[in-house]
């Protein structure tokens, strides 16, 4: 049976000493987020995790969820008790605004106890992830009636949210989107569709689901600008709160899919169901939007999330499996076979893992962190440097994140040889519940197609220039250090290679935009990997900095050599990603469809 | 519902054009197999894959295997029936020897119908493909009264066979193995022990199953060199070839596992089960290798088959799907949106699935024709050299072409968004069938290892000094023809980093072992790319003189434009590779086993 630790350390390590948590106490929120404060927290947190919701995951995936003929769904066997016990620890409202009911701390805890949650029981975690999410909007979005009667209860975690989008025939198209609203006297709308692939669109974990809702109100345009966002509750809710008629949508199928069993994805049937408007008419996707970064964001560190749980049992095996012998000569001499963690190609897996976790979980410390810059900063400057960076991050991290996430899963299966092909093992369910990440909230070739043809050229350029402009400071700042060179003259080389896939793009893909199309996936890919670098010096500047101050530790010195292994292992791939980037589309383009 | 056809025009080409089949025509089996005689036998195979085996690959994986209280095990519905026909067929025995009821066919045609069976139902496949791997060793070690007793009907398809290795605790490492053998008077042993991991190790499709089994005789030696081979039926045959008794053999249990779920994955328990040494006592593991072998350039083509109907299906939905408009604007402007086909970045990933693929093709009957020469010519000397080809590209292609096989198959998936995850669309089954590939018959890291440990430095080092030797000749032969310039200098380029990075395992892996696990992985996919490299070549080359003589054709002009997207996007990664393999072990062993 799998098992999960959260890691604390390394955590505390991002907060405390790399990105200085402290240094925010100006902001509201942070200051009551003391050291001490973070720390009963995230170790509450930690427990939840691995003490209710780890021991469902397992169990979840293999019974899933169950739709009756009346069109409720079941959850697993414990679901219902560990979601009370969820929202009852509050942990559904820790960032939201105590206006609300929230606990108003930092976006940067609740997305660090996100992580802890989804290494624990991914499918879980959505329940209160899209809660979350449709939250989002409707603060910021949402008008102040609507405000007061949705978002007490779904901070609380009593009602749940979900975000509708996609119709059988669109997806990543929502132009096309057919469902429909009718403007009613009372000022309502009668929505009429069917939405597809709904996460949590229907359930038993609480009393009301209150549905965010894309549709087009009879007459507006076609296309994107015809879209509204609407709010449509299961059940209608009275004047005095309490709840009233079933409205008119109800869940038509759950799918049958590779992974998350333990999370419903539904049909939604809308049968002149009552929603009424969110934000302006025609401007759904805004409202959408906001809904969609927080979602991008949390889907991220699902990729993170898994690749972390995979790692952890995949070092518990490779400690434990006795099979072969070290190619240097016996290593545990008194077994019949030493640990497979002796060989090198074991430990070449593992440490790809782990340099990809650690970087990636400080991406989202420092990416979490601009986000509680940008909504609570009262510098417009500041607010907007933070703004520009969660814009361009965002496609970034959830990209890498995932696709990371996955192949690293992958990676972790494979050192349990047949092992990790049994269910039993769990293994198997990382691999399935992480595939999902790289699809959901816009397949990954759209977030490619979301950097490269909008955050990078968005206001001249000026949100990348500024992250390659403190990488370069940083890279000159320490270009110095002897210690620092393992760090400073891979990250300088993974910058150029950066700007120049940027140039090229630059001069390419303006005129011809299938060049664009063509270099994206690399193009992040190529980003991503220069963010993870800088994240590294980053932590090996502080690690080399604390072992001055205060001696070694064992997870100091670990956190040096995983740096050193993913400057020299992982990123020499920035290479080969620009080297595409530079081919452009030509050859890509040159054959008719018919010749696929 | 997913959909298969057979590339019959690719194999056509391979055959007749770039590898001459004629040419072999002197080889037994070579002359009977005419081209008229080779279209009828692939067409009949590729009717068969399509209509029999394909429409049952869905339900199967839906239906799973069953087994009963009784120990006995059902496949899913159609299974039985279409196995019959694969039997009366004949295509069981297409390559065995006519001696025993097969064709004598070269090997060349059944890996080439084992790609088209195992793209229309892997699974289905297993039951076929395990036995052919069974009769490969008994058809070597056999004694003459155990092949006259079990190869007519092993070739016939009446019995089907089985390799029994792995144990609870020993996988790779089969020096560990504990299952005993006790030598009886009447020469016989009794075999007693468990086996983990026996793909169809029980069914319902035969009459009778012959376990082939590792095990320890008494008081042999601790390690690999005690362990000896055995046939072990389920069923016990009469002297008159009737069945009589059940053997002490039995399924305790079928695993619930991530794939292949129509293939029953068993836990075989010998008790007391009666067997015959094949082959001498305590060389069991050279009867194991002839089987291991044969099964690895099989299961190389299971990688290869799922890729190829995994691309087939995303191509179909590129085509069809309508989502959102090309970067240059709209190409169907008579429909609601453009199909997805004409973004750069779609089919930038069909391209890359369908270079490995046909690369792959071309690799798999280029060794599968030395396969026939090994084992046909009266030459010595090119027996010996064939012999070296396969050993050295065994381990290549059960890495790469699985490795690659899994990650085009979660490429094609994601082509469908969130369609992709749901099983009624079937890709997210590719996926999971594609991903056993990796693991068995020696997990890819083993195979890498088996490479650079074994066959790399086998006889100096004679077989890849031959292989680097014919690239480079080819490379120089057409390095003056202007036409072949996008394709000679990056295979030169690719042959230079493999020969380098060869040279540093020479120099480096020598004395410090750990440098060359270290390196294992990426010098595979190293070898790989140079190999595909070659291939592509090769193809071009041919495709470029028949256009000469006879005019383009769209298969040769598609053919010419993924070749040279396969130098221009995929080969760059050597670089990667090469640059890995020379850090070497330093880093990765650096830590110690609790760090991680």
Redesign the interface.
């Known amino acids: 049976m799998p098992s999960y630790k959260a890691p604390l350390e390394d955590v505390g390590f991002l907060l405390d000493d790399v990105f200085q948590f402290d240094r925010y106490n100006n902001l509201p929120g942070f200051a009551d987020a003391s050291p001490d404060v973070r720390e009963a927290i995230l170790g509450e947190a930690a427990k939840l995790a691995e003490q209710v919701l780890q021991p469902l995951n397992r169990s979840g995936d293999m019974e899933g969820c169950v739709r009756h003929e009346d069109g409720s769904v079941t959850t697993p066997k414990g679901f219902k008790e560990a979601f009370k016990q969820v929202t009852e620890g509050g942990w559904l409202g820790l960032s939201t605004p105590t206006e609300y009911g929230g606990q108003g701390l930092p976006v940067t805890l609740s997305q660090t106890v996100n992580e802890f949650q989804c290494s624990a029981n991914m499918a879980f975690s959505m329940y209160g992830g899209l809660t979350m999410g449709a939250t989002a909007a409707l603060l910021v979005h949402g008008k102040p009636e609507q405000k007061s009667v949705f978002l007490p209860k779904m901070v609380s975690g009593e009602w749940t949210g979900t975000m509708n989008l996609?119709e059988p025939?669109?997806?990543?198209?929502l132009g096309?989107l057919r469902t429909k609203a009718a403007k009613q006297g009372d000022g309502s709308y009668k929505i009429s569709g069917t939405k597809?692939?709904i996460s949590a669109g229907e359930h038993d974990l609480a009393d009301n689901i209150i549905h965010l809702v894309l549709a087009r109100i009879e007459g507006a345009p076609a296309g994107i600008k015809g879209v509204s966002l609407f709010v449509v509750p299961k059940v209608l809710v009275n004047k005095d709160g309490s709840l009233g008629e079933r409205n008119g949508v109800s869940c038509g199928s759950i799918?049958?899919?590779?992974?998350i069993h333990a999370n419903s994805t539904c049909v939604m049937n809308y049968d002149n169901a009552t929603g009424w408007l969110i934000g302006e008419e025609n401007k759904g996707m805004q409202g959408m939007f906001v809904m969609m970064n927080e979602a991008r964001l949390g889907v991220a560190v699902q990729g993170l999330a898994q690749s972390e749980v995979a790692y952890q049992n995949a070092?518990a095996y490779?400690?434990d499996r006795?099979?072969?012998r070290s190619?240097?000569g016996p290593k545990a001499p008194d077994k019949?076979?030493d640990?497979i963690?002796?060989?090198?190609?074991?430990?070449?897996?593992?440490?790809t893992i782990?340099a990809f976790n650690e970087a990636a979980r400080a991406m989202v410390v420092w990416t979490a962190l601009k986000s509680d810059v940008a909504h609570r900063s009262e510098d417009a400057k500041e607010r907007q440097a933070a703004d520009d960076h969660m814009g361009l991050m965002t496609p970034v991290l959830k990209g890498v994140l995932t696709d990371g996430g996955?192949a690293n899963a992958?990676s972790a299966?494979?050192m349990f040889?047949?092992h990790?092909?049994?269910?039993?093992w769990g293994m198997?369910q990382f691999?399935?519940d992480a595939?999902?990440a790289?699809?959901?909230e816009g397949?990954?070739?759209i977030q490619?197609?979301d950097l490269v043809?909008r955050k990078l050229p968005r206001d001249g350029g000026r949100a990348a220039m500024t992250f390659f402009a403190e990488v370069d400071a940083f890279a000159k700042e320490h270009g110095a250090d002897e210690a620092m060179k393992p760090f400073i003259a891979p990250l300088s080389n993974a910058l150029g290679h950066l700007q120049q896939g940027t140039m090229w793009l630059m001069n390419n893909a303006m005129m011809?935009?299938?060049?664009?199309?063509?270099g994206?996936?690399d193009y992040m890919q190529l980003f991503g990997l220069t963010a993870f670098a800088y994240m590294w010096a980053k932590m090996a500047k502080v690690a080399q900095d604390k072992i001055a101050a205060s001696g070694a530790t064992?997870y100091l010195?670990?956190k040096l050599?995983t740096g050193?292994?993913f400057m020299?292992?992982m990123l020499?791939?920035t290479?080969?990603h620009l080297?595409?980037i530079q081919?452009g589309?030509a050859?890509?383009?040159?054959?008719p469809?018919?010749?696929?």
């Open positions: 996609t025939h669109c997806g990543t198209d096309l597809i692939f799918e049958h899919k590779m992974g070092v490779a400690k006795l099979q072969g190619l240097t019949p076979a640990p963690i002796v060989h090198p190609d074991v430990r070449r897996t593992l440490l782990r996955f992958v299966q494979q040889g047949g990790g092909y049994i269910a039993e198997e691999v399935r595939r999902i790289m699809i959901y397949a990954n070739g490619a197609l043809g011809k935009p299938d060049n664009a199309g063509a994206a996936t064992p010195t670990t050599v050193r292994f020299e292992r020499p791939e290479t080969v080297a595409r081919t589309a050859t890509m383009m040159e054959l469809a018919e010749a696929f």
